[in-house]
């Protein structure tokens, strides 16, 4: 199956987040690949389609540089980002930012250590991984949902009020729990 997204293209990429929606415009609609975002697109994107994405992409900023400036192990090279927002303009989906914003299925077989997360409840049930049906699945609680031999976290949505700093140091710890356990 061919992935379908935002961001660095494998092997590079290790958190791979799952969304239905696409940015409302050209060419992020007719996408057939991966594409790495250029300096300067989150902005465009998010001028041109307002607050719905200015927030997913913030989120997802803030969930990386968290997760990645916790990780000295990875080696992950945060460049001169001093705050989230220099990491979401200078690196986020970028070709050497190491994420993905996928709007194709999950793809398991890619690479045993990246991270799939899905953002909702509802997206990650019409990719079949319905919470309440699931034997995959570990509830963690009404927002998480686990699955550790798939690497796959279930995860509000990336929006301010789903996916509060609370639940972002939540969802880093979840990522760190899986990194860490045995292959």
């Given at each position: 199956?061919?992935?379908?997204?935002?961001?660095?293209?494998?092997?590079?990429?290790?958190?791979?987040?799952?969304?239905?929606?696409?940015?409302?415009?050209?060419?992020?609609?007719?996408?057939?690949?991966?594409?790495?975002?250029?300096?300067?697109?989150?902005?465009?994107?998010?001028?041109?389609?307002?607050?719905?994405?200015?927030?997913?992409?913030?989120?997802?900023?803030?969930?990386?540089?968290?997760?990645?400036?916790?990780?000295?192990?990875?080696?992950?090279?945060?460049?001169?980002?001093?705050?989230?927002?220099?990491?979401?303009?200078?690196?986020?989906?970028?070709?050497?930012?190491?994420?993905?914003?996928?709007?194709?299925?999950?793809?398991?077989?890619?690479?045993?250590?990246?991270?799939?997360?899905i953002m909702g409840k509802q997206h990650a049930?019409?990719?079949?991984?319905?919470?309440?049906?699931?034997?995959?699945?570990?509830?963690?609680?009404?927002?998480?949902?686990?699955?550790?031999?798939?690497?796959?976290?279930?995860?509000?949505?990336?929006?301010?009020?789903?996916?509060?700093?609370?639940?972002?140091?939540?969802?880093?710890?979840?990522?760190?729990?899986?990194?860490?356990?045995?292959?």
């Amino acid at each position: 199956m061919n992935e379908v997204g935002l961001g660095a293209s494998c092997p590079q990429a290790c958190i791979r987040v799952y969304i239905a929606n696409r940015p409302p415009m050209e060419p992020y609609e007719h996408l057939e690949s991966v594409k790495a975002l250029a300096q300067g697109e989150i902005q465009q994107i998010a001028h041109h389609t307002g607050n719905h994405w200015r927030k997913i992409f913030n989120v997802y900023a803030k969930f990386l540089y968290s997760l990645y400036s916790s990780q000295q192990a990875l080696m992950v090279n945060l460049h001169d980002s001093q705050r989230w927002q220099d990491y979401r303009d200078d690196i986020l989906l970028q070709a050497h930012g190491r994420s993905m914003l996928l709007f194709s299925p999950p793809v398991f077989e890619k690479c045993e250590s990246d991270i799939h997360i899905i953002m909702g409840k509802q997206h990650a049930a019409q990719l079949g991984f319905d919470r309440e049906s699931s034997e995959e699945l570990v509830i963690m609680d009404g927002d998480f949902a686990i699955c550790k031999h798939k690497n796959l976290i279930i995860c509000p949505y990336f929006d301010y009020r789903q996916l509060s700093n609370i639940k972002i140091e939540k969802l880093i710890g979840l990522v760190q729990e899986l990194w860490q356990k045995p292959c």
